[in-house]
């Protein structure tokens, strides 16, 4: 029986925190933009503008999220991507073509985040150090790369391939996405009444989806000029967001970080689950490096430096866990978006750059003080050895199926207080 303290659950205050704070961020700044006779805040201009602006960080992000989840953290990512730009626009130089550059610059960061979870995983160095060392070690790489000097091309096929504008009719396609919420929620409440357990949100997916798809038709522009690299974002983060939430991959991510000892004895393969978010952060701080290469034709060996800090934030202000087993990567998107709303809301009204990091401090320490004081209130409760059901796997190492139903719900167990 669900009931509707259930149904409730997702709009309390530790699991959608975000969410409010970014609306009141919107409203403060377009209200004052209105006050002040500027420009519509959220126009189709300035919103596209804001999304291509968050797109790499809120990519990093989304990955950052993921290694958080299973207990461990990344801060090679800026120069992973810089020397893997430079990788790219190296071999572009050389004439090997365009593909081939590609290839081997994603290479570049699948081999720098295995070789992070490799060390993390087997050797057992701590993440912080094993990252912060790899961080000065790639650096240095691209400095003997470069010699210190910009890299540039005249070539021209990386920034075909991943600048300029995808236009979308607005209108319709978020009334279309807001139909599909509808369906979904309307699917939902015929499980729910067929007696079959779902997760109580059949009302909010039709509300919502219903509201989505008025306001989209009687408010939405019709062109909205979103570029490639926000596409390509949006792409990632709906698989990320997918995969997390519907497969036991995730169930089992979330059960790695929450208890890794609990998450081994249910016959979960914990290395493999510690060792993938390293090699999948490093194959998309790659792909970011290139698509910063793309829009200049070019990189220089401080490139993307400092940018880990930002994700990291992102990623605390969407309530993501530095301790493992909680995160949610949509949650960490919207962290990045307040970030660069934030930042765009600052230069739109004028406002001195001298009080904008003071500004952004606050609001991190904020958004991370309320979920922590949130999180006590509402006690939540962590996976224990205890609560883990008798093992009926074969060892990991055996090789054998070691997929159990136990298995499983020890990954429910581990990740039900964390995702939503």
Not at 35 to 57: C, E, H, K, M, W
Not at 357 to 384: H, P
Request: aromatic share 10%; glycine share 12%; hydrophobic share 55%.
């Amino acid at each position: 029986m669900i009931t509707l303290k259930d149904r409730l659950a997702p709009f309390r205050l530790q699991r959608a925190g975000v969410v409010y704070a970014f609306a009141l961020i919107l409203v403060v700044f377009t209200s004052a933009a209105a006050g002040t006779d500027r420009p519509f805040y959220l126009s189709a201009l300035n919103s596209a503008n804001i999304l291509d602006q968050t797109a790499q960080v809120g990519i990093l992000a989304v990955f950052m999220t993921i290694c958080l989840i299973s207990g461990n953290f990344d801060l090679s990512i800026g120069a992973t991507g810089a020397l893997a730009a430079g990788v790219t626009l190296t071999v572009i130089n050389h004439g090997w073509g365009l593909g081939t550059a590609l290839l081997l610059g994603l290479l570049t960061g699948i081999a720098m985040g295995l070789f992070n979870g490799v060390f993390v995983q087997y050797v057992g160095v701590n993440a912080f150090i094993v990252t912060l060392g790899t961080m000065t070690g790639i650096r240095g790489l691209l400095f003997i790369l470069t010699d210190g000097r910009s890299i540039q091309t005249t070539d021209t096929g990386l920034a075909n391939l991943f600048t300029g504008d995808w236009p979308v009719n607005l209108k319709i396609w978020a009334a279309v996405v807001g139909l599909v919420f509808v369906g979904v929620g309307v699917w939902s409440l015929r499980r729910e009444r067929a007696g079959r357990v779902t997760d109580g949100q059949a009302y909010w997916y039709v509300g919502a989806g219903a509201v989505l798809a008025v306001v989209s038709l009687l408010f939405f522009p019709t062109y909205w000029a979103l570029s490639k690299q926000v596409w390509i974002f949006l792409l990632i983060v709906l698989i990320a967001w997918a995969v997390l939430k519907f497969t036991v991959v995730g169930r089992r991510l979330y059960a790695v970080g929450g208890n890794v000892e609990a998450a081994r004895l249910s016959g979960i393969r914990v290395a493999r689950y510690k060792v993938m978010p390293f090699v999948l952060n490093g194959l998309f701080a790659a792909l970011v490096g290139i698509l910063y290469a793309s829009r200049f034709s070019a990189i220089n060996p401080q490139a993307l430096t400092g940018i880990e800090l930002t994700v990291l934030a992102a990623a605390i202000l969407g309530g993501t866990s530095l301790f493992g087993g909680a995160g949610n990567v949509l949650k960490s998107v919207i962290g990045a978006l307040i970030l660069f709303v934030l930042a765009n809301g600052f230069g739109v009204l004028n406002l001195g750059a001298n009080y904008q990091d003071l500004i952004k401090g606050v609001v991190i320490i904020g958004a991370a003080t309320i979920y922590v004081l949130a999180e006590k209130r509402g006690g939540r409760k962590k996976l224990t050895a205890a609560d883990v059901p008798a093992v009926t796997a074969p060892a990991e190492a055996s090789g054998g199926p070691v997929v159990t139903a136990d298995s499983d719900a020890a990954a429910r167990a581990g990740s039900g207080s964390a995702r939503s």
